[in-house]
């Protein structure tokens, strides 16, 4: 009688939910409710894999998506990119930790029988916080494509208009939108919230549009991904934080990401910088990976139009990045390419350091190793 009892509560409910239109509760309160009915199996197993692919993969709304794009009401444009099928042409350089965390979202969306068995549901909100050009972008488009979801996405500076009001309204449709239908909801530049306003009357309904944003990131349904990006987490309440599932920092590449990324960039190309890529890896310390992308796409452009060879198109590209340094950091990558077996011709075109010294050092060298391995004796 008990368990009846709990079965009538469980139905009711739903039912309750589903009346009212409340698609993504009734599927949430299930997920929750699934493990009371483990004396009936076979309902047990069959809302299961209900809840494993409702809303369908071939579901209509996701072909309603491409066609109702939620606009501003003045202006009838477009408030976000829609996206699908997301198309990519390379994994974005991630750490290994990252490359784990990621992995981690895909295998639960994989597997999300198992998860809805435990009473659990899958990872629905993300964090992405580190400067710009790290990959927060292209790792939710990475994610969304993976996951074969749409990639909508939102950028929060731009939405924000100066009659918050109306902001609001626009944020709301977005969020509908973005929960109608399986997918991968990006909001970007997502501090323009939480950015200080000099009107002070606008502070109240900024205020409530927070409210608003993370309540709805706090009851976010599980079958579609929702991810905020930011440049700039210190601007961000510590509370905020704590609203997501995770937070994933994005930050520079060390070195054995970034000679990855090096090698990677030029290509084909990669074998013939093989003398000049460890004085990359020191030079490129505090460029990003789209940075440094950019760079070796312009390299190689050069080569191409001028008819040289990769080398020479290298020199001419990023000489001034190595006279800008400071001496001691331009003789550091002398002797790195000069080690490496460069010309000095090579080093002199490209460091601005002198034949007479690059000679010079090398008698040295050899002189201040045997000091050092007198010191370590």
Do not use: C
Not at 209 to 228: M, N, R, Y
Not at 241 to 257: A, I, K, T
Request: charged share 25%.
């Amino acid at each position: 009688m008990g368990e009846d009892s709990e079965i009538e509560g469980i139905l009711f409910h739903v039912a309750r939910l589903g009346l009212v239109g409340k698609t993504a509760d009734v599927q949430a309160y299930l997920r929750q409710s699934v493990r009371k009915l483990g004396s009936h199996e076979g309902l047990q197993t069959r809302i299961t894999e209900l809840l494993t692919l409702a809303p369908s993969s071939a579901s209509p709304m996701r072909e309603a998506t491409t066609r109702m794009l939620p606009v501003d009401a003045d202006s009838h444009h477009a408030l976000v990119r829609h996206e699908f099928p997301v198309a990519i042409d390379r994994e974005p350089a991630l750490s290994k930790s990252l490359q784990q965390k990621m992995s981690q979202i895909i295998a639960e969306r994989s597997n999300a029988a198992a998860l809805i068995q435990k009473g659990l549901a899958p990872t629905k909100s993300l964090l992405f916080t580190g400067p710009p050009g790290v990959g927060k972008t292209m790792s939710a488009r990475w994610l969304a494509s993976k996951l074969k979801r749409p990639l909508i996405s939102l950028d929060l500076a731009t939405v924000m208009s100066s009659y918050l009001g109306k902001t609001g309204a626009n944020i709301r449709s977005v969020l509908d939108y973005a929960k109608s239908a399986e997918s991968v909801l990006l909001l970007d530049e997502f501090d323009a919230i939480g950015k200080r306003r000099d009107d002070d009357s606008e502070i109240g309904e900024l205020k409530r549009l927070v409210t608003v944003l993370l309540q709805e990131i706090d009851e976010w349904p599980s079958t579609s991904l929702l991810i905020a990006a930011t440049n700039h987490g210190e601007l961000l309440d510590p509370a905020t934080w704590r609203r997501f599932d995770d937070v994933l920092q994005f930050e520079l590449p060390n070195n054995d990401l970034r000679r990855s990324l090096i090698e990677q960039s030029f290509g084909d190309e990669a074998g013939e910088l093989k003398l000049w890529i460890p004085a990359l890896v020191m030079l490129w310390e505090e460029q990003s990976p789209s940075e440094i992308s950019r760079i070796a796409n312009l390299v190689r452009r050069r080569a191409a139009i001028a008819q040289e060879s990769i080398s020479e198109a290298l020199v001419s590209t990023i000489s001034e990045q190595f006279q800008s340094l400071e001496n001691r950091n331009r003789q550091k990558i002398a002797a790195l390419l000069s080690s490496a077996g460069l010309s000095d011709r090579w080093i002199n075109r490209l460091t601005g350091v002198s034949r007479d010294t690059l000679r010079k050092r090398r008698k040295t060298e050899p002189k201040r190793k045997v000091r050092s391995a007198k010191m370590k004796g």
